[in-house]
């Protein structure tokens, strides 16, 4: 019956659809649908910037407004990654610019974007709307001068945790007066700002209802631009730091009476410097907080954050350090009842770890937020039994992500794997879609995750497994997997090469200080002329005669359609 | 004891004890010529087969956090080729709490100093000072001696000393020859020795 619709009533029956994968899937039923569907779509979500190219996203969307692209693989976040690798936005601006495509948001992640970039996007889209840039590199603050100078209609400058150089020219003045349609910004991820500038532009833009700033805004400042934006929704905080004498008490007064009238905040963030004595000013907003972020606060802790975080009822999302220590984390479950989720970052990475968490922490939690759904846990170790009891209490787990500091520490009460407790999580969290896994770790733990993760999607391992049967496990068993990535564990050719074609049913496959070899690599690629299987070479290991047998230090192969990339640097191989 | 000693130092020492199979080439402050990895991996390299706990498991040692501590030591003021990879955070947050950790004016790293032949101590607090020389002054103020700095001529004499540390390894190092905030990250006590037994 859908035949005899004209295409404008499929198209606005379409317009419900709107995941990706749901258009995806629209566009598979048959030929007409694919091609209403392909006129009609707005967003498009490309994971890997080299599975496709413009070109080809024009040709089959030329409707599109908004567009995501990640280029780096995940572990580039960790330096693993080196420099110069790959992810270029220019190619995809400099085609999106020639085909008059009417471009209104562009967002990137781990992609390196220069200055050039950011100029011509901002003078080849009149209705250029939104810019969401996440841990990217490349550019300097004249690249951001251009964007607030041409694009008139900006509604979104969002730059987080981002390498930006930054230069002398004050690129926030750069914004015309004209400029009034501004509802987010976030610099948070800067160093400098010029504050006159900041305060004119927050005082002309009414509809502003995110605000980052960043270290360079003091607490006097922020409380004019509160004066200015009581109706902000989204608040991240530069320095909060006044001194103890008396001057300043004016100040915390002011701020006092200004955050009162700030009724609308539900997020706060920032903190990059604080003051434990200035906090008492915040604490009439936190009853209202859905989300929390003191994940940079390094300054807050032991009672101070106690305080805060107990007149939080409302918490949905919570990111801390692990300063707040176990007794801390046993506030939270007692007082976030509604907390979903959960992310406690190391607060000292090198030290020997006297404020930190342990399994006991997350026990806690697990019995006072039952609705949790969403971990990222630094600690200091974990046992089995904690991880089963975490696992009968949180039934609804979505991402799992565990990191034990000391990477291969067994359960220190019974010297054994954590095979079973990670065991216990995916078999009772059955829409697990992302976990992370650490700690001493045998196949077995990828026998369960094989047999019970159905719907994971991506998987961390890092110093983990026993042989070749806990890759196969998993590629075997996980049939929703998309993203795989592995480090250090004894994972070889054997698992890399027995089932071939499932590499095309993933986005990707990072492997590196594995067991696999550079023969291996080169059969893969042989077989699978729809891979890019590529070597990141960084050492000069393999520059003389590299033999089949040697083993590849590093590995990232995705699926693409476009063939090997024409971009990688001579330390990238690219096999075929 | 000894097995957990060679734990602890057999990743930077060529020989290791029969018993361990630590691959002895992981040292994170080599160059590329050892390991492939890029960074310290306390498991394997690309010619070696994997750590085998089940020896120190018997043993009733478990890999402490210590152990794990000297495996990823202090980074930014290094010189090694590469940045740390491990824990796996993004770099942004590292050198947040890195700088935060040191320049906290709040907070305070007291330590103990003895000096040879005097058995009460004292205690210094090396956050309040800015560097070798802000040290150096201060335990000059402390105790009677001249204490020599490093690089000057040794003076084998009983009336000079030089300042030594123990580091989180356990063994005794001169004071002065690594960067102030790498120093901070790893000194446990200070000693003053006579400058003729060094």
Redesign the interface.
């Known amino acids: 019956m859908m035949n005899y619709f004209p295409d404008e009533v499929l198209e606005h029956v379409f317009d419900f659809v709107t995941s990706h994968r749901d258009r995806n899937a629209v566009s598979l039923v048959c030929k007409l649908w694919y091609r209403v569907e392909r006129y009609s779509r707005q967003r498009v979500f490309i994971g890997n910037c080299y599975a496709i190219s413009p070109e080809r996203l024009i040709a089959r969307f030329p409707g599109v407004k908004s567009l995501t692209l990640k280029g780096k693989p995940h572990f580039a976040d960790f330096n693993l990654v080196p420099q110069d690798w790959g992810g270029y936005v220019q190619p995809w601006i400099e085609a999106l610019a020639r085909s008059r495509i009417g471009l209104e948001e562009l967002r990137l992640k781990r992609m390196v974007v220069s200055d050039e970039s950011l100029d011509v996007l901002s003078r080849s889209f009149t209705n250029f709307k939104s810019l969401v840039l996440v841990s990217c590199e490349g550019f300097t603050t004249d690249g951001l001068a251009a964007i607030a100078a041409n694009c008139r209609f900006l509604r979104e400058l969002d730059l987080q945790e981002n390498e930006i150089e930054e230069k002398k020219n004050h690129w926030l003045g750069c914004f015309p007066d004209s400029c009034t349609s501004l509802v987010s910004l976030n610099f948070a991820c800067l160093k400098e700002i010029n504050l006159a500038a900041l305060e004119r532009l927050v005082a002309r833009n009414p509809n502003l209802k995110s605000l980052k700033l960043n270290r360079a805004v003091p607490l006097e400042a922020l409380q004019r631009i509160l004066m200015r934006a009581p109706q902000l929704v989204d608040l991240g905080t530069g320095s909060f730091v006044l001194d103890r004498d008396s001057d300043d008490s004016e100040t915390y007064r002011k701020l006092r009476t200004t955050i009162l009238k700030c009724r609308s905040i539900r997020n706060l963030s920032g903190f990059l410097e604080v003051a434990p004595h200035c906090l008492p000013a915040i604490y009439p907003i936190c009853v209202n907080l859905t989300y929390l972020n003191l994940s940079y606060a390094a300054g807050i802790h032991g009672s101070e954050l106690i305080k805060l975080i107990r007149l939080c009822g409302k918490l949905q999302r919570l990111w801390i350090l692990d300063c707040i220590g176990d007794k801390g984390l046993e506030i939270v479950a007692s007082t976030c009842k509604d907390l979903q989720e959960l992310r406690v970052f190391p607060s000292d990475p090198f030290g020997a770890g006297h404020d930190a968490v342990t399994e006991t922490g997350l026990v806690a939690i697990s019995s006072g937020c039952p609705k949790l759904n969403s971990l990222l846990y630094f600690c200091q170790q974990m046992t089995n039994a904690a991880l089963i009891a975490v696992a009968k209490n949180c039934p609804n787990f979505i991402r799992f992500r565990l990191c034990i500091l000391d990477p291969t520490k067994p359960d220190p009460v019974t010297m054994q794997p954590l095979d079973e407790g990670f065991g216990a999580i995916v078999q009772s969290s059955k829409r697990l879609r992302r976990l992370s896994l650490s700690g001493l770790l045998t196949d077995r733990v990828f026998l369960y995750i094989g047999m019970y993760a159905e719907q994971l999607e991506m998987l961390s391992i890092a110093f983990a497994g026993e042989s070749d049967k806990g890759m196969l496990y998993v590629l075997n068993g996980c049939k929703k997997l998309r993203k795989l990535e592995i480090r250090d564990s004894p994972f070889g050719d054997m698992a890399l090469l027995r089932d071939v074609g499932k590499y095309e049913t993933m986005r990707s496959l990072w492997m590196s200080s594995c067991d696999v070899t550079l023969g291996g690599c080169k059969t893969l690629a042989k077989k699978m002329p729809r891979l890019n299987v590529e070597i990141i070479n960084e050492n000069d290991q393999m520059e003389f005669a590299p033999e089949d047998s040697q083993k590849v230090e590093k590995m990232y192969l995705y699926r693409t359609l476009v063939g090997p990339r024409k971009d990688a640097p001579e330390f990238v191989w690219t096999l075929v | 004891m000894l097995l957990l000693g060679t734990l602890l130092m057999g990743i930077t020492s060529e020989q290791h004890s029969s018993a361990s199979s630590i691959d002895s080439s992981c040292n994170p402050s080599a160059a590329?010529g050892t390991s492939?990895?890029?960074?310290c991996?306390?498991?394997?390299?690309?010619?070696s087969t994997?750590?085998d706990?089940s020896t120190d498991?018997r043993l009733g040692l478990?890999?402490?956090?210590?152990?794990?501590?000297d495996l990823?030591?202090?980074?930014t003021t290094t010189t090694r080729e590469?940045?740390?990879?491990?824990?796996?955070?993004?770099?942004?947050?590292?050198s947040?709490?890195?700088d935060?950790?040191l320049d906290?004016k709040?907070a305070f790293l007291f330590i103990k100093i003895y000096m040879e032949g005097i058995p009460i101590g004292r205690k210094l607090n090396l956050f309040a000072q800015d560097g070798y020389d802000s040290l150096m002054t201060t335990i000059a103020h402390m105790f009677p001696t001249t204490i020599l700095c490093p690089g000057a001529d040794r003076v084998h004499s009983d009336k000079y000393h030089v300042l030594t540390y123990e580091d989180k390894e356990g063994d005794w190092m001169m004071v002065g020859d690594v960067p102030w905030e790498m120093f901070l990250?790893n000194v446990k006590r200070l000693k003053i020795t006579r400058a003729d037994r060094c």
């Open positions: 590329a492939s990895s890029s960074f991996a306390p498991i394997q390299s690309n010619n994997r750590f706990l498991l478990s890999i402490s956090s210590s152990y794990y501590n990823f030591p202090t980074p590469q940045p740390l990879s491990w824990p796996p955070i993004r770099s942004i947050l590292r947040a709490h890195l935060k950790a906290q709040q990250n």
